[in-house]
């Protein structure tokens, strides 16, 4: 479990103050106070192992990039550089 994460999905902040359970093949975003799931999201690829994924959505492809960071994410999307393992065609978001 990573907690109190802002969740980015595309280059726009959707959550923040959450929590995010990772499992192989999900991303579940929970409530800070009592667990209770908001969303999942299904992992197509991990771009950047415990921060950003390749999940599906309506995006390039029907992918969408998600990024979990530390904090309320205000001051925007931290910068990353995929792991070397990622094969993916989604590019790192670029920081507004």
Do not use: W
């Not at 969740?7 to 800070?32: C, D, P, Q």
């Not at 994924?53 to 960071?69: E, W």
Request: proline share 2%; glycine share 12%; hydrophobic share 35%.
């Amino acid at each position: 479990m990573i907690e109190n994460v802002a969740i980015f999905l595309g280059a726009g902040r959707k959550y923040k103050n959450v929590n995010v359970e990772e499992t192989e093949s999900s991303i579940i975003v929970r409530n800070r106070l009592d667990g209770t799931e908001f969303e999942r999201y299904s992992v197509v690829e991990v771009a950047k192992a415990g921060m950003a994924y390749d999940v599906t959505g309506d995006g390039p492809g029907g992918l969408l990039r998600l990024v979990v960071q530390q904090g309320c994410g205000c001051s925007g999307m931290k910068h990353y550089v995929h792991d070397d393992t990622y094969t993916g065609t989604l590019a790192a978001p670029r920081r507004r």
